[in-house]
């Protein structure tokens, strides 16, 4: 079953093998292996979650992580208002499994990534307190529940609208450090998959 995955808005741009350059070496302090594909994506097995500043974990529920250039990124029918200016460049940092522990390291691997790179999180959805399952998150109740999540918590988050084809648009939510941060510490915290 395929995991979450969150994008990280960059607001200059820069070559990523740079990016690679400085993040990759990073990695290897507590990933093992860290493997770039021909592709130029990089895959890579958190071992060690301290330097995250995360406590011991069962690494039989871990999976792969990745980290991608976001081609796609900036997008034209995205509505960047909220910000200064559009972001340049984007990345994907995901993981290939779900469960609470994957939720957890692609949320500190995000923030520590967030920080290193000075980047914005896109969520790729709206975040509230965890919706029901099967639950429809495309909805003003659930844009409503963000809304209020998002009030009682320190930071930035905006919500981003986009087209959804057929001349419908919808909301996902990208915040700053700060917020993912105190997201992080949330009773509720999870990722969009």
Known sequence: MAGPAVGLWLFEQRGFADILADVVPWLETFCDPVETKASGDVDFWVRDGSALGLRAFDPAGVGVFFLSEDEEMP????DYS???RPPAQGLVVGTGCSGSVNHVLLGHL???LACRLDAMVDFDGLL???PGTGEDTGTETALARGRALASTL???L???SYDTGGGGRWHRHVGD????RAWLRHPDFHLIK
Do not use: H, I
Request: aromatic share 8%.
């Open 75 to 78: 997008a034209e029918d995205e």
């Open 82 to 84: 909220s910000f200064s």
């Open 110 to 112: 995000t923030l520590a």
């Open 128 to 130: 509230s307190s965890r």
């Open 154 to 156: 320190p930071g930035t």
């Open 158 to 160: 905006a919500e981003v």
């Open 177 to 180: 450090v700060e917020f993912l």
